[in-house]
Structures are given as structure tokens and as C-alpha cells.
């Protein structure tokens, strides 16, 4: 009997494949994670219309996962944090919903303004922030809309992904979004699905870059003795 599961991930109902480094791949972590699917979770109704009536299915997988006995409980989609303090009030475990709750840490240590990159610039709104108390905090943010290998892929699921592709349109937003906001200090990966091209941003800047995975392996540090 394997051990029992550290981090709980609430995984929306998505087809795309999951590279390492992705949220949905359980070889990204070096400690145990238990994976729950929330049926009627589409990217569409996520992303795009942030529909209400999702919170109770996440609430009730969520106590599913509880009930293994995670410790914490994240999910695999940035724009969650619109219901960060509905599903967290429901819960006995930590949750946190997304990268996106780094972001007034982030500003705090490097003293800046921190760079967002989102999968969807016309979808993160200002109430996006208000859920993880990030709106008070000077950002940029860039999307990957215009991107096609990205959002075709991961947002539409009408192609196979390609990470040469997707690699490309990362360095060209980052780029973009740096060359626009010179006074940006570090960068935020709103997205889940980013972080296995951080290797490929680093090639455009040296700024700290935090993501899903840096706020996971920092919760996991916080809650067990298990070495991260």
C-alpha cells in the first residue's frame, strides 16, 4: 500500500495531454498527490463564463478528497481564484486555488511590479484578484489569446499539443509583456499547463518566475516533514 496522497487536485474536465511539469501529471512532485476530476468543469465554463454554479461540485469533490486524507487541496486551473473563499469556507484543509494568490507575496519580496501570464487576458478580471487579495497589488498582465498552438491546444482542445510551438509563443509573451513593463521584478504563471516551459522563459529573462508548482511544493514544505 503506497503512501497516502500529500496534496489534493481538483482537476478540471480537460483531454489535453499533461507534460511533466503540468499540475495534471503526478510525475511533476516528489510526494504523493491524489488527482479528483470535476465532471462538469469544461474550460468554457471555467475560463470564459466563471459560472457559480461550479462551486458546489468543487466543494463536494473536494471533501472527496478530504476523505483520502490530503493535507492541502489546489485545483488545476488559475481562474479558480474567483471562488477561492467560497470553496475554502467549506472545507477543513487548506485550499488554495491558484498561482494567482502568490502575487502580493511576490511584490513584497522583490519590491516591483509583478508580471502575470494568463492563458486567457480577456478572461482574468478584477475580480479574479479580489478572490486571492491580489487586486491591491501593481501587475502586468499578458495572455496567450493570440497565441494559436497554445490556445488551440489547451483552451480549445481542437489540436494536439505541440511544446516546440508553445514554447515559441511563452518567449514572445514574456518578451512582450517585459519589453512593455520594464519595471516588472518577477512573473506569475496564472496557467497550470505553463509550467513545463519555464525552462524555455528562462532563456528570455532571469526575473524569479512563480507558477503552481512553486506555491504546491511550498504548501507541502509547510505541512509534513516530507522532503520537497
Excluded: W
Amino acid at each position: 500500500m503506497g503512501e497516502k496522497p500529500l496534496i489534493g487536485i481538483l482537476m478540471l474536465n480537460t483531454n489535453f495531454h499533461r507534460l511533466k511539469g503540468d499540475i495534471g501529471n503526478p510525475e511533476t512532485y516528489s510526494f504523493p498527490v491524489a488527482y479528483q476530476v470535476v465532471d462538469h468543469a469544461t474550460t468554457d465554463r471555467v475560463v470564459k463564463l466563471g459560472d457559480t454554479r461550479l462551486i458546489e461540485p468543487f466543494v463536494t469533490e473536494a471533501k472527496e478528497l478530504e476523505n483520502k486524507g490530503v493535507k492541502a487541496i489546489t485545483t488545476s486551473c488559475g481562474f479558480l481564484a474567483l471562488f477561492q473563499k467560497e470553496i475554502q469556507r467549506e472545507l477543513r484543509v487548506p485550499f488554495y486555488s491558484s498561482s494567482l494568490i502568490q502575487i502580493p507575496m511576490v511584490q513584497q519580496i522583490t519590491g516591483g511590479i509583478v508580471g502575470v501570464i494568463t492563458a486567457r487576458r480577456t478572461s482574468l478580471t478584477q475580480t479574479h484578484l479580489q478572490g486571492v487579495e491580489a487586486h491591491h497589488t501593481p501587475i502586468a498582465i499578458a495572455g496567450m489569446d493570440d497565441m494559436p498552438a497554445f490556445t488551440n491546444a489547451i483552451v480549445k482542445e481542437t489540436i494536439d499539443l505541440d511544446r516546440k510551438a508553445i514554447a515559441c509563443e511563452m518567449q514572445q509573451v514574456a518578451s512582450s509583456l517585459l519589453a512593455e513593463n520594464p519595471m516588472v521584478k518577477a512573473i506569475v504563471l496564472e496557467c497550470t499547463n505553463m509550467p513545463p516551459y519555464k525552462s524555455a522563459l528562462r532563456e528570455v529573462t532571469s526575473l524569479p518566475i512563480f507558477d503552481i508548482n512553486t506555491l504546491t511544493e511550498y504548501v507541502a514544505y509547510g505541512l509534513s516533514n516530507f522532503k520537497v
